[in-house]
């Protein structure tokens, strides 16, 4: 503890009497401070213990002293000492009756005790407690390290942790998902930080923010409160990770600000876990060099060589069917493209339903997706640490290969990475304006060159593994063409085929089809492009053909030989009538492009 005014008021060498303010007598001391000026408060810092001798002030003066003494009070200063038997033998009745009235401790100095001692006294105590805090600082760096390298890893150095800080501790994934906490009903408070972990995540790193009160149980005795308990503790969030950015949180939660010892260990426990983060990230760059490996050769159709090499570290994986996802950050022209207004062939795709999407953005809201700011500065790393958080969560097994300015990832069907991808798509496209499945273009957002996307195949197994690859290469095509982040290889085979036409080089194409017929018919001789599609939408039936146009078959005969004398192209050919029939769909109206 630092020295307080009781502290000094009980040091047997100096010998100071207690003259005003002894409820006040516990307050810490900063330092002893020797001034005669009549205003010393430009000086102050506040916590001093102010020494005087009245040299150059009107002790006498009520009016005086009570300005005098508000003053020091508005400035901080915890206490005034006052030398006895050297300008006045007692303290000056307007002096001490100021001190009472504004309750500032009035030490009484006997003439024998020189201020040099209190200044010494004070300085000796500051000393031995940053001395204490050193101490007990270097033995909790002790007890965290041998808590980090045993069995129990950070989950052992939380716990050591929160019984240093008095409070409770708990540590995020790089994803923003609670990993470990300590106490265990830690866990729910650390839940309810997440929207404050992912705006520190968003933040380059080092970097830390303090939360207050209000949101969840107090921690300061390491009990836990009843659940309506008005929060009281303030929580600390520190990034861990070397580089710029962040790797994991750690959130320490106590009931008052911490201490020099505390905040030692709060360091420590810092640094520990920095190189946990980043040793395991080694690790899972080295894990990433064998997946490659194991990939390259299930793509080349050796699934046993594969099954070898991938041992115990991803054998579990090839054992079930797995789903591959490709995804890329589209660059230049075709990140605009990628991320165009979408079209109607979105509506050969599945519509989700309101409980899938109400559900997928309530999952990530709860794990921590990152925020916009940090998805838009490195969303394939943000897209690997989300499904591979989701993975340890679960003990699943993902294959991830970072591939130049593409990712390629070996999941399990159905398991929590898959998953994981599904909302944390459905949420970046929510944070964005737009809607999982849009219909309407005016609704999506406008392109953006840093957007995701990504191809997911149908479950397979290692035998499989190319044409899987192909299917989520195709899906991923399709997403990049109708800016979507996320298209499964399923969805890309649902509906119909004709959304498909809403495309602006489909549409260039039919209109230099049939443009030659809608001149002719804007002549005003023969509606030819209206015979047209009569006739084909009768498949060739003269009869049936002419009586939904109102003529005679004879008439449609004709028009009909117009049609292939002015194009070109002989109506026999069924290559013809298929090209001359998706013309006319792709240009009918309503289909947009």
Known sequence: MPPTLASLVRHPGLKLSVLAGEDRLETPV??????????????????????????????????????????????????????????????????????????????????????????????????????????AGFEAQRELTRAAIGAEGPAALLARLAAHVDGWAALYDASGAVVAAAPDWATRRAARLTADVARLRSRPGPASIVVGGGCGPAGATGAEPAEDTAVADRVELQSLGTGRRTRGVLAVGTGAPLGTAERYAVHSAVALLTLTTERSRALQEAEQRLGAAVLRMLLAGEPDHARAVAGRLYGGLLDAPFRMLVAEVPSGGTAQQAHAAPSAADEALAEPSAEATSTSTGASTGTGTATGEAEAADPLATLIDTMEAAAARTGESVLVVPDGERLIVLAPDGGAAVEACAEHAQAVEARRGTKARPRDRAAVAAPRGDELVIGLSAPAGPIAAAAAYRQAEQALSVARRRGRMLVEHEQVAAGSVLPLLADDAVRAFADGMLRALHEHDATGRGDLVASLRAWLSRHGQWDAAAADLGVHRHTLRYRMRRVEEILGRSLDDPDVRMELWLALKATAPGTSA
Not at 39 to 68: F, H, K, N
Not at 76 to 83: E, H, I, K, Q
Not at 102 to 112: D, F, I, K, Q
């Open 30 to 135: 900063r330092w002893a401070h020797v001034s005669e000026l009549a205003d010393p408060v430009p000086y102050m810092e506040g916590g001093e213990l102010l020494l005087i001798t009245a040299m150059q002030i009107e002790a006498d003066d009520p009016e005086e002293m009570s300005r005098y003494v508000r003053r020091l009070v508005g400035a901080g200063v915890v206490g005034l000492g006052f030398a006895l038997g050297v300008n006045y033998a007692e303290v000056p009745p307007a002096l001490a009756a100021a001190a009472k009235e504004e309750g500032l401790p009035l030490l009484g100095v006997p003439r024998r005790t020189p201020f040099i001692a209190i200044s010494k006294a004070v300085s000796a105590a500051i000393a031995a407690d940053q001395y204490r805090a050193v101490t």
